[in-house]
C-alpha cells in the first residue's frame, strides 16, 4: 500500500523540485511563463478552438494586439474586466493579456442569467464587459441587453461596453498579492462572492497540475470544462499552457463530440465532472468494439466520483479514471490521486505538495486518524480573499488556514475521503447521514444513470429525499430501488422519497444542482 511518505519522495523527483522551493519556480505573472513559450518554441501549437489552431508564436503577437486594445479602451493596472462567455479564443486570449497588464478577469459563464450577470457586475463594478460573441449565444444576448458595442481583433469578433469610472486595486509587484482573477460562487447564500485568485495562487497550480500529469510541449488536452470555474481555468488550460501543450478550447460539452476528440485528436488527456463521464458511457452503448487510442490521464473533479461510475469508466476506456478534490476559494486543487499511483477506491487521493491539511472537529482540534471532521487548508493556493468583503474572509481564513466546510476521513495511508459538506449533512433521527454515500449506492443500481440525495426538514427531524435520473430507456421501479438501498445501507440512511427527473438540472461545469432540487420540494 502506497503511503503519503512516499506520495511526497515521488512528487519531488516527478516536479524536480522540493515542495518548499516551488514557489522559487514560478514567474512574476501567469503570463510570463506563457510568453517563454511563445520564444521558445513559435511553432509548436498552442489553441485550438472551432476548428482554428494558433500556435505559440501566433499566440503571442494576438495577446499583445488584444493589450493595446485594452489600453486604448481604458483599461488600467488594477481595473477588473468582466468577460462574460464561454470557453474559446477570445476567453483566453483577453483573460491572458490582462495577465500582461496586471489587470483583473472576473470571469463569468455566459449561461448565466441577466439577473444573475447583473448582480455579479454590481459586485464586481467592473471597468468594461467584454462578451465573447464568436464562442457564444448566450454572451450575445446579454451583450445586447447591456449595450456592448462591436469589436473585431486579428482573431476574431467580440463586444465590449466602454469604460465606466472605476476605482482600480493597488498593484504589487508581489505575485502573493497581485489578484489575477475573480471567479464568482454563491454557495449557499444565493450571494454574489468574488473568489480573489492571485498570480501565485494560479500560476502555483498550474505548475503542480501540469508536471504531475506529465504534460509536454506540444500535447493536446481537452478543456471543455468552463473557464469561468477555477478548475477549467487553471488546473487545466493554465497547466497546459505552463508546460507548452495546446489546449483544445471546447464551448460546450457533447458525449459524441468528446468520444470522436479522444479517438481522432490524440489527446494526451481528459478532465471532466461524473456526469461527463455517465453521458460518454450512454454514448457508447451499443458500440462494443469503440477501442480508441487511449489518452495518458483522465480524471473526475467537481462532484463525488462513486465507485460504479469508476468501474464501468474504467473498463471501458481500459485505464484508470483519476480523482481529485478543491475549491474555488484553493485555485482550486486540494488534493488528487497519482498517474503514478492510482487507486481502486473513490478517495481524492494525497494532498498537493506543498499544501498542508488537518482533519478538525467542533472544537477546532484534530480528529483522530479515521475519524469524520471538517477539513482545513493552508498553502500559496488559498485565495486572497473574497473581494470587498473582508469580514465574510475573516470567518474562512483563520492563521493562514482555510475551511472548506467539507467533512472528510483521512484513511492509514494518508489519502483523504470525502464524506460530504457540513452544510449538506442530513440528520436524520439523531444519525448522521452523508449524501455521498447514499447517492453512490443508488447510482450502482443498472436502471440510475445519475441522482443527487438532500434533506428535507419534516417537523423536528430531516428526510432523504433522492431525486433520480433514469439510464435512457429504462423506468424507475421505486420499490425495486429501495429494496436495492436496503441491501447496502443502513435504515436510517435507505431514502424516505424518490423523486424521478428525466434530467437532473446541471451547472454549465456539468454539476448536480443540488439546491434547485432542494427548493423544489
Same mark, same amino acid.
Given at each position: ?172 509587484? =508581489? $505575485? +502573493?498579492?497581485? *489578484? !489575477?482573477? %475573480?471567479?464568482?460562487?454563491? @454557495? ?6 468574488? /473568489? ?22 506540444? =500535447? $493536446? +488536452?481537452?478543456? *471543455? !470544462?468552463? %473557464?469561468?470555474?477555477?478548475? @477549467? ?6 497547466? /497546459? ?281
Amino acid at each position: 500500500m502506497i503511503t503519503l511518505d512516499d506520495i511526497r519522495t515521488e512528487d519531488e523527483i516527478v516536479l524536480g523540485v522540493a515542495p518548499a522551493r516551488i514557489t522559487d519556480q514560478l514567474p512574476r505573472r501567469l503570463s510570463d511563463r506563457v510568453l517563454e513559450w511563445c520564444e521558445k518554441t513559435p511553432a509548436m501549437p498552442a489553441l485550438k478552438s472551432n476548428g482554428k489552431t494558433i500556435s505559440y508564436g501566433e499566440m503571442g503577437k494576438l495577446i499583445a494586439e488584444t493589450r493595446e486594445w485594452l489600453v486604448a479602451r481604458g483599461v488600467r493596472p488594477g481595473d477588473r474586466v468582466m468577460i462574460v462567455g464561454e470557453n474559446g479564443l477570445a476567453l483566453e486570449l483577453i483573460f491572458l493579456a490582462l495577465s500582461t497588464m496586471d489587470g483583473i478577469g472576473a470571469v463569468i459563464n455566459a449561461r448565466l442569467s441577466h439577473r444573475e450577470i447583473g448582480l455579479i457586475a454590481d459586485d464586481c463594478d467592473p471597468r468594461i464587459v467584454v462578451f465573447t460573441t464568436d464562442d457564444s449565444a448566450d454572451a450575445l444576448a446579454h451583450s445586447e441587453e447591456m449595450g456592448a458595442e462591436p469589436v473585431r481583433l486579428s482573431f476574431g469578433d467580440f463586444r465590449a461596453t466602454r469604460a465606466r469610472e472605476t476605482e482600480p486595486e493597488v498593484c504589487s509587484d =508581489d $505575485p +502573493v498579492e497581485q *489578484v !489575477l482573477a %475573480m471567479i464568482y460562487t454563491t @454557495g449557499t447564500t444565493g450571494t454574489p462572492k468574488g /473568489v480573489m485568485l492571485t498570480h501565485r495562487n494560479l500560476s502555483f497550480i498550474a505548475f503542480i497540475s501540469g508536471r504531475l500529469r506529465g504534460i509536454q510541449a506540444g =500535447d $493536446p +488536452v481537452y478543456c *471543455v !470544462l468552463p %473557464m469561468s470555474h477555477v478548475f @477549467g481555468l487553471s488546473a487545466v488550460s493554465s497547466s /497546459v499552457l505552463f508546460c507548452g501543450g495546446c489546449v483544445h478550447l471546447v464551448s460546450r460539452f457533447s458525449a459524441s463530440e468528446t468520444l470522436r476528440a479522444i479517438e481522432e485528436d490524440q489527446l494526451v488527456g481528459f478532465l471532466g465532472v461524473p456526469t461527463m463521464y455517465a453521458m460518454m458511457l450512454e454514448a457508447l452503448q451499443g458500440r462494443e468494439n469503440w477501442q480508441p487510442r487511449r489518452p495518458r490521464f483522465m480524471f473526475s473533479r467537481g462532484a463525488p466520483l462513486d465507485p460504479s461510475l469508476k468501474q464501468r469508466v474504467e473498463a471501458r476506456f481500459g485505464m484508470p479514471l483519476h480523482n481529485g478534490f478543491g475549491l474555488t476559494e484553493t485555485g482550486p486543487t486540494v488534493c488528487q490521486t497519482r498517474l503514478y499511483a492510482p487507486l481502486e477506491n473513490c478517495s481524492v487521493g494525497f494532498q498537493l505538495p506543498g499544501v498542508d491539511v488537518e482533519v478538525r472537529g467542533a472544537d477546532g482540534k484534530s480528529v483522530p486518524q479515521g475519524d469524520v471532521g471538517e477539513l482545513w487548508v493552508r498553502g500559496p493556493n488559498v485565495m486572497k480573499g473574497y473581494f470587498r468583503k473582508p469580514e465574510l474572509t475573516a470567518e474562512v481564513i483563520v492563521d493562514g488556514w482555510f475551511n472548506t466546510g467539507d467533512l472528510v476521513n483521512m484513511d492509514s495511508a494518508g489519502a483523504i475521503h470525502i464524506a460530504g459538506r457540513s452544510k449538506e449533512l442530513i440528520i436524520r433521527s439523531g444519525f448522521n447521514v452523508y449524501p455521498p454515500e447514499v447517492e453512490a449506492v443508488l447510482a450502482s443500481h443498472p436502471d440510475v444513470s445519475l441522482c443527487a440525495v438532500v434533506g428535507h426538514r419534516v417537523g423536528e427531524d430531516e428526510e432523504i429525499v433522492a431525486f433520480i435520473q433514469p439510464v435512457e430507456g429504462h423506468q424507475i421501479d421505486e420499490q425495486a430501488i429501495h429494496d436495492f438501498a436496503r441491501q447496502s445501507l443502513a435504515g436510517y440512511k435507505v431514502p424516505n422519497r424518490l423523486v424521478i427527473k428525466q434530467a437532473l438540472p446541471t451547472a454549465p461545469s456539468g454539476k448536480i444542482l443540488k439546491h434547485q432540487l432542494a427548493s423544489s420540494l
